[in-house]
């Protein structure tokens, strides 16, 4: 007797049915799994963003310094700070356990978005394979350029206690962000301030890898994940924004205290 078995046809067709349900299903993976990488990083963010807040405990209201910083045609900074190197060239996480916030929460995971996959790089601009243990930085708000540079000082302002968080507020003052791996230099995230005069520039950029969007915490301790109505794409280090951009900027721009008043 001949065995009986599927024929060409039904064969082709399985196939077909198998191949159709894959392209259904394939997509909402990829959401769920970029949904799950948001929601990690929010909690990375959220407990920093806790660890910055037993600081002014502990510190009678002080903000924790911010000194770590990279200049372009600016003095550099290099005293105490909450995470002091680099992360585009640190290859271990000597800087992140020295920083004044580590001892608040002893985990370096935290430091680090997981899905940012960028690499460290050796001195002479050479991407290495080691992931880079860092991806956020904070903003030149909370008391970042402290006392190093009496011209930065003066115009680009910051809050020194928590109890001074007004303009923005502490529900709109930016603490924490998910930082575009390119401008990713130094632990501090800046952008031009009122005496600036109206200047659009990206001094750095805020990251674009959560669904065209980056994660921020805020003075009063929440975090929240924001879309960009454009693309954040690096070209240069310090580069203008296009009028397209211009929304997602001023939105930006307005968590960062903009003058000495």
């Known amino acids: 007797m001949r065995e009986k078995g599927f024929t060409l046809i039904e064969l082709l067709v399985v196939i077909a049915i198998i191949a159709i349900l ?33 600081y002014t405990v502990d510190y009678n209201d002080l903000v924790v310094p911010n000194n770590s910083v990279y200049g372009v045609g600016v003095p550099n900074a290099t005293g105490a700070s909450w995470c002091p190197g680099s992360a585009r060239y640190d290859t271990t996480t000597t800087n992140i356990q020295n920083g004044l916030l580590f001892e ?67 529900s709109q003052c930016l603490v924490f962000i998910d930082e575009n791996e390119d401008t990713l230099l130094d632990a501090q995230f800046g952008m031009p301030t009122d005496y600036y005069d109206g200047t659009t520039m990206w001094w750095d950029m805020p990251s674009n890898r959560h669904s065209q969007g980056a ?26 924004v ?20």
Request: proline residues 8%.
């Open 215 to 240: 994660n921020l915490s805020f003075s009063d301790g929440h975090v929240e994940h924001w879309r960009w109505q454009v693309p954040k794409l690096f070209q240069v280090l310090v580069q203008p």
């Open 104 to 170: 608040y929460n002893r985990s370096v995971g935290i430091y680090h978005c997981p899905a940012d996959l960028s690499t460290i790089e050796d001195q002479a601009g050479n991407k290495l394979p080691q992931l880079r243990n860092r991806s956020y930085n904070m903003s030149q708000s909370v008391n970042g350029y402290p006392e190093f540079d009496q011209f930065l000082l003066t115009h680009i302002p910051c809050f020194k206690r928590s109890a001074q968080v007004q303009g923005p507020g502490p």
């Open 242 to 261: 296009p009028p397209a951009e211009l929304p997602d900027y001023q939105r930006l721009r307005a968590s960062v205290k903009q003058n000495m008043n």
């Open 22 to 54: 894959a392209a259904l299903l394939l997509p909402a993976l990829a959401r769920a799994k970029a949904n799950a990488l948001n929601a990690a990083c929010l909690n990375n963010l959220k407990q920093l963003e806790t660890s910055w807040h037993l």
